[in-house]
């Protein structure tokens, strides 16, 4: 079996997971905040996330959800994280296609 021949697959179903996670990770903070709940997620893990290919879910779910929307950190942050997560991808997916 060839890697070569996965790895578009592998990296998609990856992707995918990760936003979802991160959507889901951003609905769950939203409903935390409306009953003043303390152990809420912190901005650091939706950040991380968002570097580690999870930049999507975390936009999405912040406007689906209205969720973080007024905190500039979030506006500029999320979209230069997406910029980040898809020239990874790109440059991995690049790599491993040379063997």
Do not use: C, W
């Amino acid at each position: 079996m060839n890697i070569q021949n996965n790895l578009p697959y592998v990296l998609v179903a990856i992707y995918l997971t990760i936003n979802l996670l991160a959507f889901v990770l951003m609905l769950i903070d939203k409903n935390k905040s409306r009953r003043n709940n303390s152990k809420r997620i912190s901005e650091a893990m939706m950040f991380f996330l968002s570097i580690f290919f999870g930049a999507i879910g975390v936009y999405a779910g912040m406007f689906a959800f209205h969720h973080k929307t007024r905190k500039i950190i979030f506006i500029v942050g999320i979209p230069l994280a997406m910029i980040q997560n898809v020239s990874f991808l790109y440059v991995l997916y690049k790599f491993f296609q040379s063997f």
